[in-house]
């Protein structure tokens, strides 16, 4: 006891001595050019987690209780950062007048960000170049961003559903899939910048986060810069041309602000052929100071993207038609027109409360999301397939016949092929306006429609306790009400649609009429509803070269379907209200940093974190009933990263080595089963499903000379199936043969041998390496060289079951899958490696207080054509059928990739005031 009571004195006692021990660092931050002072500039010790800000003054005063060599870090947005290096010793230093120049390559990540979230943000190849999206200081993630990102690089090959991105401390990411859509607010790239960002399981102070990192987007017109700014652009990538304008009031007579910010982005086709791009944002938000401690503040964002989406093509396409085709369009009456467009516009209203003062901080909020997502397709009924690239239209088709090749009718595909490659519109309204069809439409144009109406309120607060301790604290409320339907856009000169289901000819809305018009709802209608509660709590803790946190969270979530067709297949389970949904999980994460020295420190972080399934993977089809994934299990993920921090005054870097494990992951899958006549939906559902990633990351900068700064980035992982998941594939019931399935509509097809495997997360090895040079005129360039390799297509499960391998004709396993054959036809090839070149530069103009700057990029300068990705069909069913398929070396089921766009250029004025 008495030994236990001296030990604490003892240790009491240093850290009185190391208060004692204190520093101050006192200065005043002005523009450099225009002799202005410069308030709200972020000034902090690097490796350390405390910053102060200038006042409005442009003073700072910063009191520290360490010792040693440490590098300050001086940051405001615009500006080129200022480094100083300094040796504490409890003594008073007065740095005087700081002069930051402005930075002369900000339009670098105003206008590359822009580029890579209209590129990489869509859903169909499921990317996650949201956590790549940040205006972060990390050299590792800037070229992740700007340099991976066109091969579609994930980093730590996470999907973004496990990032958050917050808008005014309101979490952003949807309900449904657990992803951030950024297309809510993009093309507001001006007001966007201001940005909170911490990196993989670090600690954040507004959540308790996701392993892949959180943002948080400040859009208070006080922290942004006051002024006007106009710019236009032009560009071959997805839009050709961009018009955006700016003005913040800043803030007038020390109690108002507001800003307003619109933009418009075009193109009547992008780099991929026939992908249309129309889309405008506006944004506007209103900021009253209330006094020098509380401030309210009202933001509004109104964004509309329509755009025409392209798809995945086999090699035996792209050897033919190039990477640039795009089946999903055609010419009607000589306009290009896409079957598959995506049409977004979801309006965002926030109402936010921010109190700061000495040792309190607390933000709270209310969000309220309204409007829709449509995706738009051809349907046919009764009717040859329009796909132009549908397998019998194609050589391979005749080359792979069961009764051998067909050499003249292959070549005669092949030239039909190329001669009419595009959809047909035309034909379609001619078919539907046939004497056989009666009025009745073969071909319908339709809508899949999501209506969202989400209300969000959150509040946090963070409390100093000393100077030591701080403690977090926050709380929020999501409600979702969703509709869901398909709607007729275009019947294409038919009088009306029969909605029926072609292969049963069963009624999908026993209650109402069966023929269906323009604007009518059709095929399936329901609605999900969902909310989500969640509290965190964190505990900082800073002595001297030690600093840890724990943070802890509880989550509640609920969901039900309440369907409102009831479909002829599923008399008993279609309409109504399923069963509640609910879970609920506890989830902990902790981190530790040791200072080696004021340059060098070192940084450990854990977490074990259990998490409901998204929406989208709770019900098995939801379109049509109200059936559950049985045995629905929380996921469970255990992730641990280090990283060591370098930051010398010329030499600065991070290397980061990670590990993380998924468990009991559920996923639900859906693709076309095709007959020729007609299609349907199956619906694989994956359960017990483990992956696992590990690997590192590595980012350094050389300021060779005060012009001249070299970079060097890699990351090498290893991203793989670590289970083998048990799967399950559901049919319409009437519409399967009955030996396939149960009375419940399923087939189980036991376990899937994929363990091992690789996951398809994008380049899993990705190196680039960069220089830099900054002009004193005000001009600057850089370019960097990339390699990126070990790219992966997602595999089929189901070819990895037993299943597969037996005979449907014998019941028996086929006579030559042995384990030799099987494992040779189901080998995993990767993606080409390949490696691309960019440039980037701009030059800037000071005339008059006004600012003028160009600012332009060129991507794959060498016009490098490689695979972004893919996937595996999974149309062969059985051993035979796939063996069959590959005779001939060109199978008519081959995966199906994305291509990576070539060269492309980006050019951008702006103007300043």
Request: hydrophobic share 35%.
């Amino acid at each position: 006891m008495i030994r236990n009571a001296l030990l604490l004195l003892f240790f009491l006692r240093i850290f009185s001595l190391q208060a004692q021990n204190t520093s101050t660092i006192r200065g005043v931050v002005k523009d450099k050019i225009k002799g202005e002072l410069i308030t709200d500039v972020e000034v902090m010790l690097e490796g350390e987690a405390n910053s102060i800000t200038t006042n409005n003054l442009g003073q700072f005063a910063m009191v520290v209780s360490i010792t040693g060599d440490y590098i300050l870090q001086i940051y405001a947005p615009d500006y080129n950062p200022k480094r100083i290096p300094l040796h504490l010793i409890g003594n008073e230093i007065d740095l005087g007048v700081i002069f930051l120049e402005r930075d002369i390559t900000v339009e670098k990540e105003i206008n590359l960000v822009n580029i890579t979230d209209d590129e990489l943000l869509d859903d169909e190849v499921n990317s996650n170049a949201l956590a790549l999206l940040q205006s972060t200081k990390d050299i590792f993630l800037n070229r992740a961003a700007f340099d991976f990102g066109q091969a579609f690089f994930r980093v730590r090959g996470y999907d973004s559903q496990y990032g958050e991105v917050h808008l005014n401390g309101l979490p952003m990411n949807k309900m449904y899939d657990g992803r951030p859509q950024w297309n809510n607010w993009g093309g507001l790239n001006d007001v966007i910048r201001n940005q909170q960002y911490s990196n993989g399981l670090g600690a954040s102070d507004f959540t308790f986060g996701g392993i892949l990192g959180n943002t948080n987007i400040d859009l208070r017109p006080s922290g942004l810069r006051p002024g006007t700014r106009l710019s236009s652009s032009i560009s071959n990538r997805t839009y050709s041309g961009r018009l955006m304008a700016t003005y913040n009031s800043g803030v007038k007579n020390e109690k108002f602000a507001y800003i307003i910010s619109a933009s418009r982005r075009w193109a009547k086709q992008g780099y991929i052929d026939g992908t249309l791009y129309d889309s405008y944002s506006v944004y506007g938000s209103f900021e009253y100071l209330l006094n020098e401690k509380n401030t309210i503040s009202t933001t509004a964002i109104v964004a509309s993207n329509r755009r025409g989406r392209s798809s995945a093509i086999t090699e035996e396409v792209y050897e033919i038609q190039g990477n640039k085709y795009n089946p999903y369009s055609g010419l009607q009456y000589g306009k290009i027109r896409n079957s598959r467009e995506r049409n977004i516009s979801e309006p965002l209203f926030l109402l936010n409360y921010n109190h700061e003062s000495k040792g309190l901080r607390i933000n709270a909020g209310l969000g309220y999301q309204t409007g829709s997502y449509k995706r738009s397709r051809l349907g046919y009924f009764n009717a040859p397939n329009p796909d132009p690239t549908y397998y019998r239209y194609l050589p391979s088709f005749y080359l792979n016949s069961p009764i051998g090749a067909n050499y003249e009718s292959a070549i005669q595909a092949k030239e039909g092929f190329v001669l009419n490659p595009q959809l047909d519109w035309e034909n379609l309204y001619k078919a539907n306006s046939s004497i056989s069809q009666g009025g009745e439409a073969a071909y319908v144009l339709y809508d899949d429609v999501i209506k969202d109406n989400q209300f969000t309120a959150n509040i946090t607060s963070n409390i100093d306790v000393n100077s030591h301790l701080k403690v977090d604290i926050g709380f929020t409320h999501k409600r979702l009400s969703s509709k869901n339907f398909a709607q007729i856009n275009d019947l294409l000169g038919a009088a009306y649609h029969r909605d029926i289901d072609t292969f049963s000819e069963t009624l999908n809305d026993t209650s109402s009429d069966v023929n269906k018009f323009e604007e009518e709802i059709f095929n399936y209608n329901y609605n999900l509803n969902g909310s989500n509660t969640a509290i965190f709590t964190q505990l900082n803790a800073n002595y001297n070269k030690v600093k840890v946190f724990v943070t802890g969270k509880y989550v509640l979530d609920n969901f039900r379907r309440n369907g409102l067709f009831q479909n002829e297949r599923f008399l008993d389970n279609s309409i109504g209200e399923s069963e509640q949904i609910k879970f609920s999980n506890w989830s902990i994460k902790s981190g530790a940093t040791y200072t080696i020295t004021g340059r060098h420190w070192v940084a450990v972080n854990t977490a074990h974190i259990n998490r409901g399934p998204v929406l989208q993977n709770i019900f098995i089809n939801p379109r049509e009933n109200n059936a559950i994934v049985p045995d629905l299990q929380s996921e469970r993920i255990t992730s641990v990263d280090a990283s060591y921090f370098l930051r010398m005054p010329k030499l600065t870097g991070r290397l980061t080595g990670f590990y993380t494990r998924f468990q009991n992951t559920t996923d639900v899958n859906f693709f076309f089963v095709d007959s020729g006549v007609g299609s349907d939906f199956v619906q694989e559902v994956l359960t017990d499903l483990d992956k696992l990633h590990l690997g590192a990351e590595l980012g350094i900068e050389y300021q060779l000379s005060s012009a001249v700064k070299l970079s060097l980035v890699t990351s090498i992982a290893k991203y793989e199936y670590a289970s083998n998941p048990f799967v399950t594939i559901n049919f319409d019931t009437a519409g399967a043969s009955e030996d396939l399935i149960d009375v419940s509509g399923s087939k189980f097809l036991g376990q899937s041998a994929v363990k091992g495997y690789k996951l398809a997360q994008g380049p899993q090895k990705a190196i680039a390496a960069g220089i830099e040079y900054r002009d004193p005129k005000y001009w600057w360039i850089s370019g960097s060289a990339n390699y990126l390799g070990n790219n992966y297509a997602n595999i089929s499960t189901i070819t990895r079951t037993q299943s597969f391998l037996i005979d449907p004709e014998t019941q028996l396993r086929f006579t030559d899958a042995t384990d030799e054959n099987v494992q040779k036809l189901l080998k995993q090839k990767p993606l080409d490696n390949f490696y691309l070149l960019n440039m980037v530069g701009g030059k800037s103009w000071l005339r008059k207080g006004k600012y003028i700057s160009v600012f332009a990029s060129i991507n794959n300068v060498f016009d490098t054509t490689f695979r972004t990705g893919g996937y595996e069909q999974s149309r062969n069913g059985n051993y035979g059928q796939l063996k069959q398929d590959n005779l001939s070396g060109n199978p008519s089921f081959a995966p199906k990739y994305w291509y990576g766009f070539g060269r492309t250029y980006f050019l951008n004025f702006a103007f300043s005031f």
